[in-house]
């Protein structure tokens, strides 16, 4: 039998942030980007099914099976803790971990904008952190909500599948639930949480119409919302915010997002060259007036023109985090010109040089 455990210890050996599983293959973990095989036999479908038996239990495994999906969490006995979602490929169990570090990063050690910080100053309305799987998502909402915790005495209620961060009572009194064992669903969660008097609610994804809307209605009454999508940009995140909705119903929810969302933080990660790790470029728009009249008005084509015009307020583009990342030092210049949405023009920008000028339009002041 394949011990479970001694494939994760290997993993937090490795500095690793990602482990997979799959059947005829020997486990693959990724590290800084790069598969690497580990120095372990081939699992086989009875080892994939006893190593998830051994984490869920025989009960959760009955769910697994009727799903075929299943996301839950473990740890080993140091206290190293671990996302995981066991699933089914091929007719076979493949299974993949994600690291969750024991201790929250400082939202100041993330390399974030500024402004990023200066949302957990809101007291309400809706805030999504977007980006692809494994750009960081999780990590900057609990950073956030950590800053809130240490700042302020605020009931803090989040909803995730699964808990990932775990997040200590300082000065907030904190709940944390996890869908499949604390309530049954996002949509069960959110539908009670308004009777649990939070002052601050955790959405770990807006997953669906269900979902979505009550997250949206939750920001509505006056609370402080965070939550996440995945998406590249805030372009993208609102419309596939509206676009969830029937058609008959988006002129409706055009006016409750432009009067709840506060901001949307699009990150993507990029391989450090400085030292070992991963840093994000973020896009940032903040909801000013002029933003709000975009979305009313289902004119969202403008929104990038908009950030790209507000820079002194604290909004800035992909490519604008691209460049400022490149020029610290932290990223490579070929990554740099090959990820942004304008490659000709960041292989100019990218040039040798002790630093750069920014020309910034004047515009509105912030409205959050």
Not at 62 to 85: I, M, P, Q
């Amino acid at each position: 039998m394949v011990d479970v455990k001694a494939i994760l210890t290997n993993v937090i050996e490795n500095g690793a942030s990602d482990l997979h599983i799959n059947v005829g293959m020997p486990p693959i973990l990724r590290r800084n980007t790069e598969l690497i095989d580990l120095d372990f036999p081939a699992i086989s479908n009875e080892d994939a099914k006893e190593m998830v038996l051994s984490m869920i239990g025989p009960d959760r495994f009955k769910k697994f099976e009727a799903n075929k999906d299943l996301d839950f969490s473990t740890h080993l006995d140091d206290g190293h803790r671990f996302r995981v979602n066991a699933h089914y490929q091929r007719d076979t169990i493949a299974i993949s971990f994600r690291v969750i570090p024991n201790q929250i990063p400082a939202i100041d050690d993330l390399h974030l904008s500024p402004i990023v910080k200066e949302l957990t100053d809101l007291p309400r309305g809706l805030v999504l952190v977007t980006g692809h799987t494994g750009s960081g998502k999780s990590t900057t909402l609990a950073a956030m909500v950590e800053v809130i915790n240490m700042k302020y005495r605020k009931r803090i209620i989040t909803l995730e599948d699964p808990i990932e961060y775990m997040i200590e009572n300082k000065g907030s009194m904190i709940e944390q639930r996890e869908i499949g064992s604390d309530c049954t669903k996002f949509s069960s969660g959110l539908k009670h949480v308004l009777r649990q008097d939070p002052d601050i609610i955790m959405v770990g994804e807006m997953r669906d119409l269900e979902t979505t809307g009550s997250t949206i209605t939750a920001a509505e009454t006056g609370h402080l919302v965070f939550s996440t999508l995945h998406t590249i940009n805030a372009s993208q995140t609102i419309e596939r915010i509206i676009d969830i909705y029937p058609a008959a119903q988006q002129n409706q929810i055009r006016t409750m997002l432009a009067n709840t969302l506060q901001a949307v933080i699009s990150q993507t990660l990029f391989r450090r060259v400085d030292e070992p790790g991963m840093v994000p470029c973020t896009e940032v728009l903040l909801c000013t007036s002029a933003v709000r009249n975009c979305i009313r008005e289902n004119r969202i084509y403008e929104i990038p023109n908009i950030i790209e015009t507000s820079r002194r307020l604290g909004m800035q583009n992909l490519d604008n985090s691209i460049s400022d990342m490149y020029f610290k030092g932290y990223i490579d210049r070929e990554e740099a010109i090959m990820r942004s949405s304008n490659p000709s023009k960041m292989e100019k920008l990218l040039v040798p040089a002790d630093g750069f000028e920014v020309v910034e339009s004047p515009e509105e002041e912030a409205v959050v």
